[in-house]
């Protein structure tokens, strides 16, 4: 693209519209990947209560079993980087309006910015302990109920009340606050969402987040803060003036994070997409998996979820499974351009 050298330059540039991060301040901080590459995040297995057995013995309490623990891998992959140069020339004749930190902060607003965010939106919902299909697209008249479905489920999964964040775009907002059973939703709320501000739905934070935001297929997405993680470990941005080579400004930027579901608190992350956007389930019987047609396969013989412990591996084809002792197979599909299916056990 030309560098626009007219015979005279106003000293105002007009910066397309921005916004902050929509995630950042709203995921857990519990788990510091400082240092590292790669964490490994334990979850103890607890087991069930049995009945005091006062003629028992030493087994009085029940078996002796040793705590078993799930492991979850959470590895960094997200590398990113840009470079940009401001030549003293140029800036001259442009009436010096490309000041080297003012073009940062664009770059680091328009671009970085808006591309994490979205990254992360996309893994939250790949990830989500539930995705929900929506035969149809929700409506004014169904949106307040299928919110109440995501609520219900955060509700069934003991997921604290407190910072539950519902993002859906502009045109889902539109539908909440125009819904045949808005009248429905707590008073406060009410007031909230018809001035135009953010409010609460169902003790839910509403985020609205811009159409570009969330993947296309999915409707809105229910996150709680302690089941969602979004480090950072590098978020590097510097200007160098005249270095050698260039004479004028350098600036230079890199982002290195990423973003992810913690299995053991998945439950407070519920997505609703649309249908037929969902592989289905594999078929789990006779130590044997089978998935429709080009769906890749993985799975766990220790009875932990196959989509979040790195014990899962990818299944092939016709090899026959063992699971370990009291445990059972447990596994799920992905298709090509679809979300994981429901994990499936046998």
Known sequence: MAINLASK???????????????????AETFDLTGVKTLKVYTPITVEEVDYDRDGGLARYGDVTEMQ????????????????????????????????ADMLRLQLNEKSTPAADKYAFRRFVTMAGTIAESAAKPTKADIISKIADASQALDDALVPDDNRYLY???????????????????VLARQSIAKGVCGEVFGMHVVRVPKSYLPEDVYFLVAHKDAVLMPYKIADAKVHED?????????????YYDAYVLGAKCGG??????????????V???????????AAIRY????????YSDSAKDYIADTA??????????????????????????
């Open 9 to 27: 330059y106003s000293d105002q540039i007009a910066e397309v519209f921005t916004r902050a991060s929509f995630i950042k301040g709203k995921t």
């Open 69 to 100: 623990d799930v492991v979850q891998e959470l590895t960094m992959t997200q590398d990113k980087a840009f470079t940009l140069t401001i030549d003293k020339g140029n800036n001259l004749d442009q009436n010096l309006v490309k000041n080297a």
């Open 168 to 186: 859906l775009t502009s045109e889902m907002y539109k539908l909440v606050c125009t819904s045949d059973e808005f009248a429905g939703v707590d």
């Open 243 to 255: 270095p050698v080579g260039v004479s004028g400004a350098l600036i230079e930027g890199r982002h």
């Open 269 to 282: 992350v519920y997505a609703l997409v649309a249908a037929d956007t969902v592989s289905d389930a594999p």
């Open 284 to 294: 789990v019987a006779s130590g044997k998996i089978t998935a429709g047609s080009g």
């Open 300 to 307: 766990t013989l220790d009875g932990s979820d196959p989509r």
């Open 321 to 346: 499974l063992t699971a370990d002792e009291g445990c059972q197979i447990r596994a799920y599909a992905v298709e090509t351009g679809k979300y994981p299916s429901p994990v499936a056990t046998g």
